[in-house]
């Protein structure tokens, strides 16, 4: 019999291989680009930071008006990252999980935040809440500040991060579907045993990565908390804001060290990303 | 434990799945439902688990004489096997099996030692007990088909369900396991019911045969009573291949075909009458058995037995299934001409004249 003929030595080749240059070429621009955008800028921001030595950095970031924008960014995220992720799974469950009038509608109003600009969020607020807004006569009344404020900025922060737990969770639960729930159900599980045992088990790398994407958000807001801030220093400034003001000032280390903070963070923020991505194949 | 179904109707919407089903599971039987897609069987199937609801005010549902409809899923303890398993991904084997265990409330928990006990035991069941570390995605077809069934026997079901059991397997793995599920069902003896559009696997493995079309029941019985006397047209035609022909019966013959041949009927009347290709015996010249006269279309040998398309004098094309050593006999060529000997007939009179 016949051996098959098996493809030649110089037919091994993928068709799909470029030349050696190509690739080199194409590595090249892709590191000069990045390097040039992203590295040097992030560089930057920790040598204008550290300009003038560490004990001016250490001053900047001590400042109390400074401290109090730390403050302030962290207590914000404490309120609006464990809510969103809340409403989020809740919002996630209900349209992956069930049929209903009116869901479509629902998955494009989540959406809603990322489609309008965080200026229109913050104004939205004002609007609602501001001395002329629709409630502002009542909320005066009864003493209640929430517009330049801290419940304003908190409640900018929610809507603006709103989506990020919903979206990442929406596309893997409706992968999944309910067999598995109602595996449970005829099992014996009731409602909650279901829930904690199996959905929320099930996603629960999705989830941890959509609380990261929001919290990062959440820290890092200008645009719509600018708006419903007031810019009242050491009260209802958040660090981006803070890092604004005092750049307008030209007092350039102490933004940079603030900003050199938000910075961390990102890069913190990057590096638990990119471990759930390993972690959840 | 016996099931019995009184009139469920359910509709999805306009669409009616089940009309005025009743039927009756008696203890320790193994029944198929049998169906093509669309006939209602899974749903049927959901409704006796508890997943879906019959429509209100249509019938009961009640397991050894206690009136189920108004149990919740959970309560009604039935084992239920999902068609593409639904084993929770994210537990290993053995959490898998343990989950109807460990949800239980407090009070009715068994201990961890005793949850080890029965899990092991359920895994051996299923010949399954080396894998107990493994998570779902690291096993075969087969293996978590056994995954699926060793978690729903765990919460010792009053009846056990399930939804096309062999349907995602390949034709090798299937052979073997419902042999082995025959085999499983015989020593467990729970009441169960299985969903397949396959008759080879109804008939192979049920004690009992339910025949579902269109949301209604067409016929309820052993295997052979299905196949061998079928109470509809339809029961005739989905339980095997059948060739079809339109005719015309007297009192004591039926005639089709350009032929005449014996026959029971009682009835006169049009007719359908229906030949399985099995039972369609070729020969080279008349032998005096009556037959009519058809030209070979087609000659293929399909694995043990071979078909033969013909085309009868009459204009129809029927097929018919014999030995290799019959049809090496008979030398058959493609547009030869033969005799066709129909050895057994079905007749189905179309409305009843006295």
Redesign the interface.
Same mark, same amino acid.
């Given at each position: 019999m016949a051996a098959p003929t098996g493809p030649t030595p110089a037919a091994t080749r993928s068709a799909v291989t470029e030349p050696a240059w190509i690739k080199w070429l194409l590595i090249a621009v892709s590191i000069g680009f990045l390097g040039a955008f992203l590295f040097v800028p992030l560089v930057s921001v920790f040598t204008e930071a550290l300009r003038k030595g560490f004990g001016a950095y250490l001053d900047g970031v001590r400042d109390p008006s400074a401290l109090a924008a730390i403050t302030l960014t962290l207590v914000t995220a404490a309120i609006a990252v464990p809510l969103n992720l809340v409403f989020g799974v809740a919002a996630a469950w209900a349209i992956a999980k069930f049929r209903f009038p009116g869901r479509s509608v629902l998955v494009s109003l989540i959406d809603l935040p990322f489609a309008v600009s965080p200026v229109i969020s913050g104004l939205v607020f004002v609007l609602l809440f501001g001395l002329q807004g629709w409630l502002g006569p009542w909320l005066s009344r009864h003493d209640i500040s929430v517009v330049f404020a801290v419940p304003g900025i908190v409640l900018a922060t929610l809507f603006v991060t709103f989506p990020f737990v919903a979206r990442e969770l929406i596309p893997l639960m409706q992968e999944q579907g309910t067999e598995e729930e109602q595996a449970a159900l005829v099992l014996g599980a009731g409602g909650w045993q279901t829930f904690w045992r199996v959905t929320l088990p099930n996603v629960k790398w999705a989830l941890l990565y959509g609380v990261i994407l929001c919290n990062a958000r959440a820290m890092g807001e200008f645009g719509a908390v600018s708006v419903v801030s007031g810019h009242i220093r050491g009260q209802t400034n958040t660090m981006p804001l803070h890092v604004e003001i005092l750049y307008n000032e030209y007092n350039f280390v102490a933004a940079f060290a603030v900003a050199s903070l938000l910075t961390l963070l990102a890069l913190v923020t990057l590096g638990l990303k990119s471990l759930i991505e390993a972690r959840s194949l | 434990m016996s099931i019995e179904l009184t009139d469920i109707t359910k509709t999805f919407g306009s669409f009616v799945a089940l009309r005025n089903v009743s039927l009756t599971v008696p203890d320790g039987e193994l029944v198929a439902l049998l169906g093509p897609s669309g006939s209602g069987k899974t749903t049927l199937l959901r409704i006796i688990?508890?997943?879906e609801q019959p429509d209100p005010g249509s019938g009961s549902i009640r397991f050894h004489d206690e009136d189920v409809a108004g149990h919740r899923?959970?309560?009604r303890?039935?084992?239920?096997v $999902?068609q593409?398993y639904?084993?929770?991904?994210?537990?290993s084997v053995f959490e898998n099996v343990a $989950?109807?265990l460990r949800?239980?409330p407090r009070a009715a928990r068994p201990s961890e030692h005793e949850i080890r006990t029965k899990v092991g035991s359920l895994l051996r069941l299923v010949q399954l007990d080396g894998l107990s570390d493994r998570q779902p995605h690291h096993l075969s077809g087969g293996q978590r088909q056994r995954v699926a069934l060793a978690?729903?026997l765990?919460?010792e079901p009053r009846v056990l369900l399930l939804d096309e059991p062999f349907g995602a397997l390949d034709a090798k793995v299937r052979q073997e396991l419902r042999r082995w599920l025959r085999r499983l069902h015989d020593e467990l003896n729970v009441s169960s019911v299985f969903v397949t559009h396959d008759q080879d696997e109804a008939l192979e493995v049920a004690d009992r045969v339910v025949v579902m079309n269109q949301g209604g029941v067409e016929q309820v019985g052993c295997p052979d009573e299905v196949f061998h006397r079928p109470r509809t047209e339809f029961v005739m035609s989905f339980l095997g291949n059948v060739n079809r022909f339109r005719g015309r019966a007297e009192v004591g013959r039926v005639s089709f075909a350009n032929v005449a041949v014996e026959h029971d009927s009682a009835l006169a009347g049009d007719a359908s009458v229906f030949v399985r290709p099995q039972d369609v015996e070729i020969e080279t010249t008349p032998n005096g058995a009556p037959g009519f006269k058809a030209t070979v279309l087609r000659v293929h040998s399909a694995g043990p037995s071979v078909q033969v398309e013909l085309l009868a004098e009459s204009g129809e094309t029927l097929l018919a299934e014999l030995s290799h050593e019959r049809c090496g006999a008979l030398d058959l060529r493609r547009g030869g001409s033969v005799v066709v000997v129909p050895r057994r007939v079905k007749v189905f009179v179309d409305r009843r004249e006295a």
């Open positions: - | 688990a508890g997943l899923v959970g309560h303890r039935v084992g239920f $999902f593409h639904a084993l929770f991904r994210h537990m $989950f109807g949800v239980r978690r729903a765990a919460i």
